[in-house]
């Protein structure tokens, strides 16, 4: 990543880790949910905001690797506070288990991190019966944010500390989404499937979901942020279904994609650091403010979104 060290007003850049971008950073007594925390910058998050003293809570599909990495993470940070939780975004229902599960604990809620996701799978459906990209990288989250948002409002008030809510987009919803963006009429139209397609409509998702979701919560007068972010091209398991992908990040990766440290840096940097307090309704790469395509900034878009999730949820829980 030598090639894009430019600092940028945040004082970081493309080459920032994610323990530069929190040094100095104490978190003891907050509670944070990591989604998809058993690899990648999901694992890298996880371990860095447990480094800093934060209460993790790990949702994981495969609670195995899941434990193994909870048991690597405190074997180097004896002090850690990390629990697994099992969790399929691409279920409702399971979406719907680990949120009851995790109120009965009766934790605190502070930080909200919707970093799970799956990249050009080819076309498949949920266990709802809803396309799997857009199944798993939005709708399971938005299930998720709306289940677990009394929590964290209760925290945020009598705690005083701002909440946080984080939800990892990517740069794919410039280029790859459809050219209307969300397709609402056609979610499931397999003849008309696009891998990347599907992909880019599901990363433009989650920023109109984080914008409706800033603009309500600041209606509410809540102190709670939320925003998104695109944490970099990075070197993960996200291309294992693009074999052609997969050779050009072997063979050039080391110049032009990011590591883990560097990848989950601004997933860091958004959760934790003092410098995004009061900051809501924004997009973020690089660990400093950047500015999405025009559609996701669409709040009209962003309305429409949220009540055609809203919809599907309540469908799926009648079926």
């Not at 800093?52 to 074997?75: E, L, P």
């Not at 009851?100 to 990249?119: C, E, K």
């Not at 056609?186 to 409509?201: C, H, K, M, P």
């Amino acid at each position: 990543m030598w090639l894009f060290a430019r600092k940028g007003p945040s004082g970081f850049s493309a080459s920032s880790t994610a323990e530069e971008v929190t040094q100095g950073i104490d978190g003891t007594g907050l509670t944070a949910i990591v989604t998809g925390a058993s690899s990648g910058i999901g694992t890298e998050t996880t371990r860095v905001l447990a480094l800093h003293g934060v209460h993790v809570i790990m949702g994981v599909r495969n609670m195995a690797a899941g434990r193994d990495v909870r048991d690597a993470i405190v074997k180097e940070i004896p002090t850690a506070k990390v629990d697994v939780m099992e969790l399929d975004l691409s279920s409702l229902a399971s979406v719907r288990k680990f949120a009851s599960d995790f109120s009965s604990r009766g934790l605190p809620l502070n930080i909200l991190i919707n970093n799970a996701g799956i990249m050009a799978t080819p076309f498949m459906l949920s266990k709802d019966h809803i396309e799997l990209q857009f199944a798993t990288n939005h709708l399971g989250h938005f299930l998720l944010t709306n289940l677990l948002l009394d929590t964290m409002k209760k925290t945020a008030q009598e705690s005083g500390k701002e909440g946080r809510i984080v939800i990892v987009s990517s740069d794919a919803h410039r280029m790859m989404a459809y050219r209307e963006g969300i397709r609402f009429d056609r979610i499931n139209d397999e003849s008309r499937y696009s891998r990347v397609g599907a992909y880019g409509q599901s990363k433009l998702a989650n920023i109109l979901h984080a914008n409706e979701l800033a603009r309500r919560l600041k209606e509410d007068g809540v102190a709670i942020t939320a925003n998104s972010l695109h944490p970099g091209a990075i070197a993960t398991n996200l291309f294992r279904h693009n074999s052609f992908i997969s050779g050009l990040v072997n063979l050039f990766g080391k110049y032009v994609i990011k590591n883990v440290q560097q990848g989950a840096a601004t997933m860091c940097y958004v959760a934790l650091n003092p410098k995004v307090e009061g900051k809501s309704g924004l997009y973020f790469s690089d660990s400093n403010m950047a500015q999405p395509n025009p559609q996701a900034v669409n709040t009209e878009l962003a309305q429409k979104l949220w009540d055609f999730s809203l919809d599907l949820i309540n469908k799926c829980s009648y079926t």
